[in-house]
């Protein structure tokens, strides 16, 4: 039987001009493909805390507005650990939005963990394929 293993996170759908704010996984499941700003919720922290620190850590961006909770979503990943054995990761995020009156710049080099930097991607050209699947859930909420 695979070991179950639960996480929950905290994402920001972070909007401004018609773009979207992305960072790249640098690690993990999905390396190399871009993400929503955000990440765990720690141990004492809210999942707002938690959103605010990882958009610092990753996006070196302090948010100047209030972001709003949407939803969470799960989705299930199963894979095999670096030793071979069969794991299945459970990763729940809290899906937040808001909207910034510009493109604030952002940090586009790695944090030394989890991003390898951050990018503004147009809304009307953005290729899913490249993103993680909180992106095209998160949108769906958004987006008409």
């Known amino acids: 039987m695979p070991e179950v293993i639960k996480r929950t996170s905290a994402y ?4 401004a001009e018609n773009q979207i704010l992305l960072s790249r996984l640098a690690r993990g499941l999905r390396k190399g493909k871009w993400s929503l700003v955000g990440g765990g919720i720690e141990a004492g922290e809210t999942p707002l805390q938690a959103l605010r620190r990882e958009l610092m850590e990753e996006a070196g ?4 507005v209030e972001p709003v909770y949407l939803r969470d979503f799960t989705n299930r990943y199963d894979y095999l650990s670096p030793e071979g054995q069969p794991l299945i990761l459970e990763l729940t995020g809290m899906i937040h939005h808001a909207i910034l009156p510009t493109c604030v710049p952002c ?3 790695s944090d030394g963990g989890s991003s390898d930097g951050c990018k503004w991607f147009p809304l009307g050209s953005l290729d899913l394929d490249i993103c993680t699947p909180f992106v095209g859930q998160g ?5 008409p």
């Open 12 to 15: 920001a759908i972070l909007i």
């Open 139 to 143: 949108l769906g909420l958004i987006v």
């Open 107 to 109: 940090k586009t080099d």
């Open 61 to 64: 961006i302090t948010l100047s």
